[in-house]
């Protein structure tokens, strides 16, 4: 079955960086475009950045671009969000996703909370 476990998660103070991982199992890693998910207190879910089969193509949130950078390793099936300058409004639960067989599928989700 999918399994999509998240980890890098942690306390950081605004300015510093994080890296999230995602690991994936359970499906042909490399046939699926990987979204990063986050949900912050309060509010909808918000699609942080995506990433195509390949990796050649990349989509990013406004609100993250040129300080986020996702990438994959299909040889490794593993995912990852580079988060860099971090923002207080950055904290939220961070979630790994694919779309197949018209069904999402969710990691568990690491916690990323940014001090003033």
């Known amino acids: 079955q999918v399994q999509l476990v998240e980890s890098g998660g942690g306390l950081v103070k605004a300015g510093g960086s994080l890296r999230l991982s995602c690991a994936a199992s359970?499906?042909?890693?490399?046939?699926?475009?990987m979204t990063w998910y986050r949900r912050a207190p309060g509010k909808e879910r918000e699609l942080v950045a995506s990433?195509?089969?390949?990796?050649?193509?990349?989509h990013y949130a406004d609100s993250v671009k040129g300080r986020f950078t996702i990438a994959r390793d299909n040889a490794r099936n593993t995912m990852s969000l580079q988060m860099n300058y971090l923002k207080p409004e950055d904290t939220a639960v961070y979630y790994c996703?694919?779309?197949?067989?018209?069904?999402?599928?969710w990691g568990q989700g690491t916690q990323v909370t940014v001090s003033s």
């Open positions: 990433i195509s089969t390949t990796g050649e193509n990349t």
């Open positions: 996703n694919i779309w197949r067989s018209n069904t999402d599928y």
């Open positions: 359970g499906f042909i890693f490399g046939d699926y475009a």
